[in-house]
T-cell receptor
Framework: NAGVMQNPRHLVRRRGQEARLRCSPM?????VYWYRQLPEEGLKFMVY????????ESGMPKERFSAEFPKEGPSILRIQQVVRGDSAAYFC?????????????FGPGTRLTVT | DAKTTQPPSMDCAEGRAANLPCNHS???????VYWYRQIHSQGPQYIIH???NNETNEMASLIITEDRKSSTLILPHATLRDTAVYYC?????????????FGQGTRLTINP
């Protein structure tokens, strides 16, 4: 049973370009979470999505960042007009159900470097 | 979500039990205690969670005090591959409050 898949694993973008990060949850999981880890810092929640719905986006920057989880296909975290401060590791996690007792399983992350 | 307090770092000898403490004195009755770890820039790995009873799985044991204000994660026979940052997270069961709030964790180093 494959775990959470993220691609690309490494992404280099120039300032002003767009970055698209993809996350395929574990089989049977319909809840997806995105977290960001800046260099030498802890993990910070960004957004929580269920199929076709954003449930909690309290950690998303107000501008340039968006996320979706369509009915078919992976979840996408999109960063428009990237800046150097967006350089970080972006982790996706998935869970099978709502409710605090259901653990989240993380993918290997996408390391974004903005030059 | 309740705040947790963990020592910033710990050392343990290979083959010995590693006991990682966590204080969560403001935990409420409907909040679980979760443990995750992150091995050098990899994605966090779920270890174990519990509400009020002690729990054990193939990775670790979780001991929660009777008043639930603190807990201890036990790795019974630590190996070099257990070197990682360990996060203790308290999380409620309120609908929609699903995010994990990571603190600074404990950097555990297993020494040969």
């Amino acid at each position: 049973n494959a775990g959470v898949m993220q691609n690309p694993r490494h992404l280099v973008r120039r300032r002003g370009q767009e970055a698209r990060l993809r996350c395929s949850p574990m089989k049977g999981h319909s809840h997806v979470y995105w977290y960001r880890q800046l260099p030498e810092e802890g993990l910070k929640f960004m957004v929580y999505l269920q199929k076709e719905n954003i449930i909690d986006e309290s950690g998303m920057p107000k501008e340039r960042f968006s996320a979706e989880f369509p009915k078919e296909g992976p979840s996408i975290l999109r960063i428009q007009q990237v800046v150097r401060g967006d350089s970080a590791a972006y982790f996706c996690a998935s869970s099978s159900r709502d409710g605090s007792s259901y653990e989240q399983y993380f993918g290997p992350g996408t390391r974004l470097t903005v030059t | 979500d309740a705040k947790t307090t963990q020592p910033p770092s710990m050392d343990c000898a290979e083959g010995r039990a590693a006991n990682l403490p966590c204080n969560h004195s403001t935990i409420s009755g409907n909040e679980y205690v979760y443990w995750y770890r992150q091995i050098h820039s990899q994605g966090p790995q779920y270890i174990i969670h519990g509400l009020k009873n002690n729990e054990t799985n193939e990775m670790a044991s979780l001991i929660i005090t009777e008043d639930r204000k603190s807990s201890t994660l036990i790795l019974p026979h630590a190996t070099l591959r257990d070197t990682a940052v360990y996060y203790c997270i308290v999380r409620g069961i309120i609908q929609g409050a699903q995010k994990l709030v990571f603190g600074q964790g404990t950097r555990l180093t297993i020494n040969p």
